[in-house]
């Protein structure tokens, strides 16, 4: 009956009342909607990007003082090995040997490929190196600049290491020829170390520990370092010791002298 009533008394109205009517609730309206902008919002019903603000200066202050005690630890630490003194390790045989190796830069050049696409070029690196006491290496790079290529071949050089050997006191006793494409290499025993002649053989003779010995090169081609470098690594692994020759001919150690390479080439070592 109550909303019969409501209705019917609405209908009664005139048009005037019913637009201020209209007018007093978009006025509440407006009030409630101000009331609630003056009062300061809870954390919840901030905006995300605000929270989002918020968590990241938090973390970055976080972060700060983070590296500001692994700062100050790593600082401590080093003035205590500072401090401390130091603990001298005993000799052994892997510490007497040599281990500091010599790098020679020998060649660097580009190889440029020719493709559908255009030409594509590379930069390429030849290294050697040698610690002077029968240890020799050498490495061939590749890369799209000098620095990678340079790279690049110290870690095929590494790979490439190779222990000679040789008897400190004859280091070669004996006579060997090799080839590698156009280059020839006879080497035999020689007291004295006759290393003249290409100035390249003569750095990889000392870098391998090789003192008692001469060489002869025959090439045509004689800067192709590739080849020389191929052919000498082939050259140091047919080197045999002293004592290994006299065991399997069964010689005496004074046939074997130095200098006699005309025994030696006879003896069918080669």
């Not at 003056?38 to 200066?57: A, D, F, R, S, V």
């Not at 630490?77 to 045989?93: F, G, M």
């Not at 280091?171 to 080839?179: L, M």
């Not at 990889?204 to 001469?214: C, N, V």
Request: charged share 30%; hydrophobic share 35%; aromatic share 10%.
């Amino acid at each position: 009956m109550r909303t019969e009533e409501q209705a019917t008394e609405a209908l009664e109205r005139s048009l005037k009342e019913r637009e201020d009517d209209l007018e007093m609730a978009e006025e509440f309206r407006r009030r409630r909607i101000a009331k609630r902008l003056h009062q300061p919002l809870p954390l919840e019903e901030l905006i995300p990007k605000q929270k989002q603000i918020m968590e990241h200066k938090r973390e970055k202050e976080e972060r700060e003082i983070d590296f500001l005690r692994k700062e100050r630890l790593a600082r401590r630490q080093i003035r205590k090995r500072k401090t401390r003194p130091r603990r001298r390790l005993k000799q052994r045989w892997w510490n007497r040997l040599k281990t500091d190796f010599t790098l020679v830069f020998l060649e660097a050049d580009s190889v440029t490929n020719v493709t559908r696409l255009g030409r594509v070029s590379h930069r390429r690196v030849l290294i050697f190196l040698g610690n002077g006491d029968g240890i020799i290496g050498y490495g061939k790079g590749k890369g799209v600049d000098y620095r990678s290529a340079f790279n690049d071949a110290i870690e095929s050089a590494n790979k490439n290491l190779i222990v000679i050997k040789r008897d400190p006191l004859n280091t070669w006793p004996q006579y060997a020829c090799v080839k590698f494409n156009d280059v020839r290499i006879r080497m035999y025993s020689n007291k004295g170390g006759h290393i003249w002649g290409n100035p390249f053989m003569w750095i990889f003779l000392r870098l391998a520990g090789i003192y008692h010995g001469a060489f002869h090169i025959i090439t045509r081609k004689p800067t192709d370092k590739y080849a020389l470098v191929y052919a000498f690594v082939i050259l140091m692994t047919k080197n045999q010791t002293l004592k290994t020759i006299i065991e399997k001919t069964g010689d005496k150690v004074y046939s074997y002298n130095i200098g006699l390479s005309s025994h030696t080439q006879h003896s069918g070592l080669i």
